[in-house]
């Protein structure tokens, strides 16, 4: 196996989104909830859990395969997605892997196992991870969080992870309802393991696995400031559903760090997208050749609008001049925009 050749300033390896919700592309437009949400267990209730309620086979492929198109025009050319579609669990994960590879994207998937929905429920999620898992499809076990799920799933949960040599990804106080997570997460976590958030955790929380934050998400459902250079754990990048323009997503932690410790470089920040990279192996054999040089962090962080010209994944051209060579990007946004009106119109009927 040859070596792939090395990287020219205007060049870097693909960009990794370390935790997306490719479900949530159809989202931008959506009915207003029944109600204003004025807490973050309000947004949940009144919004993302209302959503995933109504999606159904077709919208999330057509969320996949426009959240895909998306990452791919941002120079994103792997996801770690984490899913949850309670009225169409079964086959769910196959239908976004399938997707995604029509795009050309690389793409790692797990289902959000819940007691939101009673034991059956549970039960369902847990058995699409295996599903998926068993018939060779790259992923982990999701899991939505820890005040969701009774023990028993937990457990459950992480032995069927250990059963398939993969790690749990997993929401972990991201708001105060789950401040306790770590007490009850513990034993059961390992290196493998992807915890989501972590802006209530103590510092020496004692979680093993990597935290994955999520700046602009945080902000924008307003649980606060993770600081996440405090913990010892590796930190990687993730947008939770918006989007997978990671270098936005940089340049937004940089920002958010910068405003709690003025003395902060765009260093730290950089090296979560190593962590990513880490996460996603094969994507350092990804080229993507961008319209700006060089690609450094420090001007990086001060330069919006850098977009990528050309990507190579697996050794196959599949953006050229900017534009997708696989799919037909002004179809696939047409026709997702014709499920998003399906979905929405779910939306407006639902109790």
């Known amino acids: 196996m040859t070596e792939p050749p090395e990287l020219r300033p205007d060049q870097t390896t693909g960009m990794v989104c370390a935790h997306h919700h490719l479900y949530s592309a159809l989202a931008r437009g ?29 919208t999330i492929h057509w969320s996949a395969k426009l959240g895909a198109l998306e990452a791919l025009e941002r120079g994103c050319t792997a996801i770690i997605d984490h899913h949850e579609s309670p009225s169409a669990i079964d086959g769910s994960l196959g239908i ?29 999620g847990l058995a699409e991870n295996e599903r998926f ?5 790259r992923g982990y076990v ?17 032995d069927l ?6 790690g749990v990804h997993i929401h972990v106080a991201e708001g105060a309802d789950d401040a306790g997570a770590a007490d009850r997460l513990r034993h059961l976590a390992d290196d493998r393991w992807l915890l989501i958030h972590g802006v209530h955790l103590a510092d020496d929380h004692g979680l093993a696995g990597t935290i994955v934050h999520n700046p602009r998400s945080n902000m924008n459902n307003a649980v606060g400031y993770a600081r996440p250079t405090r913990f010892a754990n590796p930190i990687a990048l993730g947008t939770d559903g918006i989007g997978a323009d990671m270098l936005d997503e940089f340049r937004v932690a940089y920002a958010r760090l910068r405003e709690h410790d003025v003395r902060s470089t765009p260093d730290p920040v950089w090296a979560m997208l190593d962590v990513n990279r880490r996460l996603f192996p094969e994507a350092g ?7 700006y040089e060089p690609m450094d962090p420090w001007r990086l962080a001060f330069s919006p609008g850098v977009r990528p010209l050309r990507i190579e994944i697996d050794g196959d051209v599949v953006l050229e001049d900017g534009l997708p060579t696989r799919v037909d990007a002004t179809e696939i946004r047409a026709k997702a925009a014709e499920a998003a009106e399906r979905l929405f119109q779910r939306l407006e009927d639902m109790p």
Do not use: K, N
């Not at 929905?117 to 039960?123: I, L, T």
């Not at 054999?285 to 319209?291: A, E, G």
């Open 30 to 58: 959506m009915p207003a909830p029944p109600r204003t949400p004025t807490s973050f267990i309000e947004i949940l209730e009144q919004v993302w859990w209302r959503l995933d309620r109504a999606l159904d086979a077709d």
């Open 96 to 124: 976004i892997a399938d997707a995604c590879a029509e795009v050309g994207v690389r793409v790692s998937c797990s289902y959000g196992v819940t007691d939101r929905h009673g034991a059956d429920g549970a039960r369902r």
């Open 133 to 137: 898992l068993s018939e060779g499809g």
């Open 142 to 158: 999701g899991v939505h969080a820890a005040f969701t799920c009774t023990d028993d799933t937990l457990e459950r949960a992480a």
């Open 161 to 166: 992870a250990t059963r398939f040599g993969v």
């Open 285 to 291: 054999d990804d080229r993507v050749t961008w319209s």
